[in-house]
C-alpha cells in the first residue's frame, strides 16, 4: 500500500495547494482572508462546521473509547451534537449580529480589552497542545499507511498544510474543508458497510451490548463531559468561527442546528464501528495496531485507502482550522492589528511549534485534547455566556469576571497537570475528580456576580 499511499497523498496535497493559490486573487481584504469575507451560506458553513468538529479525537478516538468500555463512548459526540443545537437555538443569531471576528474580539465588545486579551491567551496557548495532537495523530496514520515511520514524509506533509492554510487563509480552509467532509463521510460509511454487511456474523450480540452507561461510563462522567465537552461545541472558538463566516445570522443559526443532528448521525455510525470491533476483535489479534487502524488492516486495498484518506481528511480539516484561528486571534485580538501578511507569519510560526512538539511529544489525541478542553471551559464558557446574555441589557463588573474566568481557568490546570502534585499533599479524591466542574461552578457563579442587575 506504501507506494499507492505516498502517490495518493501527494495528489491529494497539491489539489489542496491549488486552492490555496487559486484563492490569492480572492483575497482582496482582512475580512475576506480571516473570516472568508463574512458571506458564506448555511450549507457552507454546515459543512465546513462538520470537517472542523470531526477530526481525529472524533473518529480514532472514539473508536478506541468505545472498543475500551463499550457504547457510551458516544457520549463525546453526542454531547457535541447536543452543544451545537443548543448554540443554535440560544447563541448563532445572536453572536453573529454582534459582528465579530473572532471570539475574543466578541468577549472585547461585549466586556472591555482585558476581557479579550485574557480569552485570547487561553486559546492561543491551549491550541497549539490541540493542534499538535491532531498532528501527532496523523503521524500516526501516515505510520501506519507506509508500514513504517517517515518523519520526513509526516513533516513534508505538515509543512504542506501550513503553507495551505497561510497562503488561502480562511476562504481556502473552508473550500478544503468542503473535498475533505465528502472523503471522510464516504471513507466511514464504507467501512461501516464493510464491517457489519461483509463481515456481520456477530451483529445480533453488538445490538444486544448498546448501553448508555456501564461499569466503565457511569453517571459522574455523563455529568463531566456534557459540561466538558458540550461546552466547547457550545461556545468554543473553532466551532464559533464557523458562526463568523456566515453571511448573517439567520444562516449561522440554521447552520449550527443541521451541523448538530448530521453529528449526532454520525456518532451512531462512528460508534458502531467501534462496537463492531470490540465484539469481533480481541487485543491480540489487532497486535499492537488501533481500532480503526485494524479495520484499515481487514478492508479491501480500494476500501482502505480511501478510510486512510478519509481519516486523514478529518484531521486536517480540524488542524488548518485550529491553525488559522490560533493565528488570527494572536494578530487580531492580542497585537490588534489587521494585517494579512501578520496572520500567515504567525501561521507558519505556531504551526511549526506544533510540529515540534507533535515530533517530540507524547501523549494520545484524546489525552491531548481533553486536556485543553479542560482548561479552556471552565475559564471560559460560562463567563462568555453571561456576557453574551447581558450584552447591552445589564453592565459587568470586569473586575469580578476576569476574576470568574482566571478561577475556572486555574481548576482546569489544577485539575489537569497538577494531579499528581494535589494527591501527595492530601487533598481529597472526591475533589480530586470533580476539579473542572468546580472550576466551572465558581466560574459561574463569579460570572453572575459580575452582572450589575441594577441599573
Partial sequence: MNIVFTIALLAYLVVFIVIGILDIKNIKSFTDYSVAGKKQSSLAVVMTL????????????????????????IWWLAFGAIGLILQ?????????EIGADTLPDLAGRIAGRPAEIIISLIIVISWVGVIAGQLVAMNSLIT????????VIFAVTSVIVIAYTAIGGQMSVVK????????????????????????????????????????QY?????????????G???LGPDIMSRNFIAKDGKSAKSAAWIAGVVLFAFSVVITLIGMWLRYNVTSEEMNGLGPLMYAVSVMPKWAAILLIFGLLSAILSSTDTCIINASTIFVKDILKKESVAGV??????????????????????????SGAYSIYTPGVIFPLMVAIFAYKKRRLNLGVWIAAVVAGGLFGILGTYFGATLEKIGVPALIMNYLTLIGMGISLILSLLSVKWKK
Fill in 144 to 151: 501506519f499507511a507506509l508500514g513504517k515511520s517517515s518523519t
Fill in 218 to 230: 457511569k453517571a459522574s462522567n455523563l455529568f463531566t463531559q456534557f459540561f466538558v465537552i458540550g
Fill in 50 to 73: 462538520l470537517a472542523t468538529v470531526v477530526g481525529a479525537s472524533t473518529t480514532i478516538g472514539i473508536t478506541t473509547t468505545v472498543y475500551n468500555i463499550g457504547f457510551p463512548g
Fill in 344 to 369: 500567515r507569519i504567525t501561521v507558519i510560526v505556531i504551526g511549526l511549534i506544533s510540529l515540534t512538539l507533535a515530533l517530540f511529544g507524547r501523549g494520545d489525541i484524546m489525552s491531548l485534547l
Fill in 176 to 215: 478544503t474543508d468542503k473535498v475533505q467532509l465528502f472523503i471522510i463521510l464516504i471513507g466511514v460509511a464504507i467501512c461501516m458497510g464493510y464491517l457489519y454487511i461483509t463481515k456481520g456474523e456477530n451483529n445480533a450480540t453488538i445490538l444486544q451490548n448498546v448501553e448508555l452507561l456501564n461499569d
Fill in 88 to 96: 443554535s437555538v440560544f447563541l448563532s443569531r445572536k453572536v453573529r
Fill in 232 to 234: 466547547v461545541y457550545f
